[in-house]
C-alpha cells in the first residue's frame, strides 16, 4: 500500500514544476500551462488527504471538481487574452508584456 | 371752508406745484408755468379771503385765528404745530400774496416765453438771443427763451411755499423750517445761471453768509425751547413766560434769558435780512434773474427776517420799562440805524441798475431793525408792507429795463453791460409804462410827500423816533432817507432822463404785457399802501381815513402801543430829506452827456473809490474768513492734517503690520507650517520615486516577489509562533 507521504512528495514535486514554469518561462503559453501543473498538484494534494484521512465525506471529491471547473475557465480566459494580446503585439513572451509598470 | 383750514391749505398749492413740474411737466414749458402761476394764484385766493376774513374780526390780536395738531411725541406730550392768523400775519400774507402771484407772471415774460429758442443757449447760461427770418428775409436778432424755464418755476414755488409757511406758522420750528426752505432756494436761485462762475459764488456767498445767522439762531431756539419747553407762540408770548424769561439771568453775565434770546435770534435776522456786518451776500445775489431779485428782496426771504423780529417783539422788549431800550432792541436799534446809512451810501456809488436796489433794500430793512429797535412796532410793520410793494416794483421794473435793454443790446450787436446805467438815459420815450411805475416806486422810496406810500411809513419811523427822544438814531435815519431820495433819483435820472447814452439805450423796446401788468397793480399799492396808515394827528389830511393799519396791527401786541403825539420837527425833516435829495439827485444827473464819468467822483476823491468798493468789505472778509478757512482747509486740514498726521498714522499702522505680517512669515508660516507640509510631501514623493522601481510590468518578476514574502510570511510565522 502506498503511504500518503508519497502522494504528497509527487504533489509538491508537481507543484515546484508548475512553479518554475511559472517563473521560468519565456512563452505565456508555457506560464499558462504551469499555473495548470500547479493546479494538479493541489488537486492531487487534496485527494490524497481526502482519501486517506476522511474518505466517508464528500467533501475532498467536491473540492476537486470544483478547482478542475475553476482551471478550464482560467484557460479559457488566459489563452482569450492572449490572442488579443498577440493580434496588438505581435509577441507572447511574458518579459516583453511589460506596459503597466513605473 | 373754515378760515383756519384755508390757513392750513395756503402753502399747499406752491409745494404741489413743485413737485408736479420737477417730477412729471418738466418738459413743456407752457404747462410747467401754467401749475406754477395757477398755484400762486390759489394761495392768493386763499390770502386774500383770509385777509379780508381777518379784517372783519374784532379783537383778532387777542383771538387770533389758530388750530394746532399733534405732530411729533416728546415724552408724554406731544409737539404741536399749527397755524396762527393774527393781525400781524394777516398783512404779512396780504402783501406776500399780491408780491408773490405778481412776481410769478412776470417771470413769464422776463423767461421770455413764446420766443424761439437760441441757437447758442445751453442750460447753466443766459440766453443769448436767437435769429429769425422775417417775410422780407431781413434777419433779426431777438430774444430767445430761458432754456431752464420749467426749473426757474419750481424753484420759486417752492420758494413761495417756504414763504407761507413761515408766515402761517404758529410756532418757531416750522418757522424756521420755512425759513430754511427759503435760504436753500435762495441758493438755488442765486446759483440759477450756475455755468457762470460768478453767479455760483454769489450762491455760495449767500448760503454760507446766511448760514452763520441761521446757526445763532438755532441756538436761540433751542435755549428758547430748553428754557419755556416749548416754541409755540401761545405759550412762549404769554405774560407769565415773558416775566419768567425776564427775571432768569443766562449764562452770559448781564443778559437775562430773554436778552440772551433776543440778541441770538436778531443774529438770525441779521444774515437773512442782510444787515450789517452779514451784508455782504445781497448784493452779490443780483447774480440771479430779476424776478429771482424781487422774490429775496422784496416779497420773501429778507422780509421773513423783519417779520421774526417784529414777530418777536414782546420778547425782545420784555423787561422794558419807561422808555428804556432792552439790550436787544439797543442793539438794533444801533445796527439798524446804522445798516441804513452805511449801504446808502455805498448805493451812492454803484452803476449796476439793480445793486443800486441791492443796497437801498439792505438799507431799508435797516430802517425796519431801528424802528423796531426804539419801540416803534407798528411803524416797522407798516414799512416792511410798503417797502415790499415798492421795492418788488422797483426791482422788477429794473428788470423790464435791463430786458429793454438787452433787446437793444441783441439789435445793435454792442458789446455793453445791459445792467449799467451809465450806458441808459432817455428810456422814458422806448418804455413809457416801465417809467411811469419805476418814477412811482422810486418816488415811493425816496419818500415823496403825501402821495407816496414810503412817505408814510418812513415819516411814522421818524416822528417815532424823535417822539421817543432817539435823536441819534433820528438824525442817522434822516441823514439816510436823504441819500436814499438822492440816489433814487441818480438811478431814475441815468436811466430814464435825459437821452440815450449808447445806442442799445436807443434801440429798447418797451417789455411785454405779462411783464408791465405786474408793474401797474404793484405801482397801485406802492401808492395806496400808504393811505392804509396815515396818523390821526397829520395836519389837513389826518383823520379823513382812519388810521386802521396802527389800530389792526396794533392789537397784535397784549400792551396797545400809543401813537406818538405830532410834531412838525419830523415832518419837516422827512419833507426836507426826500424832496431836497431827489431835487439834488435830478439837477446833477438829469443832463449826464455819454461817456461821462460820475460827477461824484471828483468831489469825493477816495471817498468814492472807497464807497465803489462797499467800504472794501468783501475784500477785509475774503482777508479775514475766507483766505483763513481756504488756509485751514488746504494747508492745515489737508496737507497736515489729512496728508500728515492721518495718513502718517495710517502709513505707520500698515508699515508696522507689514512687518509683523513678514515676521510670522518668515519665521513661523515658511519654516513650520509650510517645512511640514513640503516634509510630507517631498517624503512621500522620495518614497515613490524609489520603490516605483519595483513596479517593472513583468508578471514573472511579481510572482517572485509574492513566493519570496509567502515564504518569508511562512518561515516568520513558523520560527516565532511555533515557539512553545
Redesign the interface.
Known sequence: MISLSYYLVFSAALFCIG?YG???RKNAVA?LMGIELMLNAVIVNVLAFWRFRTPELIAGQAFAVMVFAVAAAEVAVGLALFISIYRRRHTVA??E?????? | MTTESIIWLLPLPPIVAFFLIVLFTNRSKALSHTIAVGAAFLSWLGSMVVFVRAFQVEHLGANPYTSVINWFPTGDTFFQIGVWVDPLAAVTLFFVAWTVLMIFIYSVGYHNFGQPKGEADHAGLQPHGATVTDEHGHKHRVPSIEPMYSRFFAFIALFAFGMYTLVVSDNLLTLFVGWEIMGLCSYLLIGFWYAKPSARAAAIKAFLTTRVGDVFMLLGLAYLYKTTGSLSYEVIFAEETLHTLVVSASPILGFSAAALIGVLIFIGTMGKSAQWPLHVWLPDAMEGPTPVSAMIHAATMVSAGVYLVIRFFPILSAGAEHGALTIPMMLMSFIGAFTALFAATIALAQNDIKRVLAYSTISQLGYMIAALGIGAYVAAAFHLVTHAFFKALLFLGSGSVIHGMEHGVLHTGEAIDPQDMFNMGGLRKKMPLTFWTFLIGGFALSGFPLVTAGFWSKDEILADAFGHGHLVVFITLALAALLTAFYTMRQISLTFLGGARSDSAGHAQETKWTMTLPLVVLAFFAVTAGWAGIPEHFPALGGLLPNWFHEFVGSTLAEFPKGVAFSWVPLLTSLVVALGGLYLGWMIYHKLPAGAEDPLKKPLGPVYAALKNKYYFDELYDFLFVRPALWASETFTYLWMDRGAIDGILHTVARVIFSLGSIFRNWIDKPIVNGFADVVGESVKRFGKTF??V??????QY??MA?VIAFGTLFYYLYFLSQP
Open positions: 512553479l511559472v517563473l521560468a506560464v511574458a518579459d508584456i511589460d506596459l503597466l509598470k513605473w | 516605483r522601481f513596479q517593472t510590468g513583468r508578471v514573472q510572482m517572485v513566493l
